[in-house]
Structures are given as C-alpha cells and as structure tokens.
C-alpha cells in the first residue's frame, strides 16, 4: 500500500501527543506532506485524552514518556471508547514495554529518533491492520449486545484465523497485496451478503478465486 495518503478523498485525521516540540513539528510536517490532516496536537498525555474525544481522529501518535498521563495510559483510555488507531513513539525498546503497549490498545510502536521512510509505512500498516481488526468486530457482534463475550471472543479468533489463511492463499497464488486481499474477502462477503468467514473458508478450500 502506499504511503502517500495525498490522493484520498476524504484525508486521514490525526491527534499527535508529544512532549518535544521538535518532533511534534517534524510528526506533522511529514504527516501534513503526505495527505494526511492533522487535527489536534499536544504536549501532554491528559490533553491527548481530550483532543480525541474532541476531534474523532482516525490515528493517534503517542509518546510513550509524556506530563499528565503517559503514552500507554493514554492509549488505554482512548481505545476503551474509540475506534482509533493508536501508534507509540518510544526511545525504549524493552520487551516489557512492548507487551504493556499491545495490552494497552496500541496496534503498533515506532522507536525514536525515526525516518519519514520508517514513519509513513508504519502509519500505512496501522491503519489497515485497525481496519481489518474493526471489520472483524463488526461481523462477529454488528449491534455490540450478541452472544456471550467468550462466544464473541472464539467466534473473532475463529473468523480472523480463517480471513488470515485466506488472505495468505490470495497473496500466495494470485500475487495479491494484504490490504487487496481482505478487501477481496469483505467485498465479497458484502455482495453475496454472507459472513467473511465463510468466504475465507471457500477461498481455503479452493471453491473460490479472484
């Protein structure tokens, strides 16, 4: 997928958290020459929480070390009530670290100083990874008040392990991207109006092709 977002019709939002105004200002001078809008910026952890609630982006770039409330903190209280993509700027790269930011809602980190060549894919791969972890959601439980939250839970691992050997059967055998492969999967499941699971597990045992 490109990292360019300059083409997209309606443009990416994006809160940046960051304690460093140097960094803050080279985050939205990359972001802003990509395409993608820059909708709230702070300095502090707490005012993050605020600016997402205020602004609905699409993405929030955390520092992990900030005033206020911290970058994994934060990234828990946003995602508790938002879907947002969450990515943490860390100077750290303890394993600890890492396993409290994926229990925090975090989709991915990026460790400090990094390059726009680093920066932009790793947005990229975010977002596609969150869209496709929402789509997911949406299937197994549409209105949020379905089966059980264990049922829910087994019926989400179940579908993704399907959509993901699907997924690498499309771009294994018909040199798809990743991102062109779900959407194939979603489509499809959208045309026919069946289950994306069900359309993974056609597409496993070869009944279905692009």
Known sequence: MTSDRSDATVPVRVVIAEDEAIIRLD??????????????????????????????????????????????RVAREITSRHRVAV????????????????DSGVAAYLVKPFRREELL??????????????AIDEEVDP????????GRAEDKIETRRLVDEAKAILM???EMSEPDAFSYIQRFAMQTRSRMRDVARRVVAGELAP
Not at 27 to 32: A, F, H, M, P
Not at 87 to 102: C, G, M, N, P, Y
Not at 143 to 150: E, P, V
């Open 27 to 72: 985050l939205k001078e990359i972001l802003v020459s990509a395409g993608y809008q820059v909708v709230g910026e702070t300095g502090r952890g707490d005012q993050a929480v605020d600016l997402v609630d205020e602004c609905k982006p699409n993405l929030a770039i955390l520092d992990v070390k900030m005033p206020g409330m911290d970058g994994l």
């Open 87 to 102: 990515l943490v700027l860390t100077a750290f790269s303890q394993r600890e670290l890492i396993e409290e930011a994926r």
């Open 121 to 134: 894919p790793a947005i990229e791969d975010v977002l596609e990874r969150c869209r496709q972890e929402w």
């Open 143 to 150: 209105d949020g008040s379905g089966t059980s939250a264990r």
């Open 172 to 174: 294994d055998r018909h």
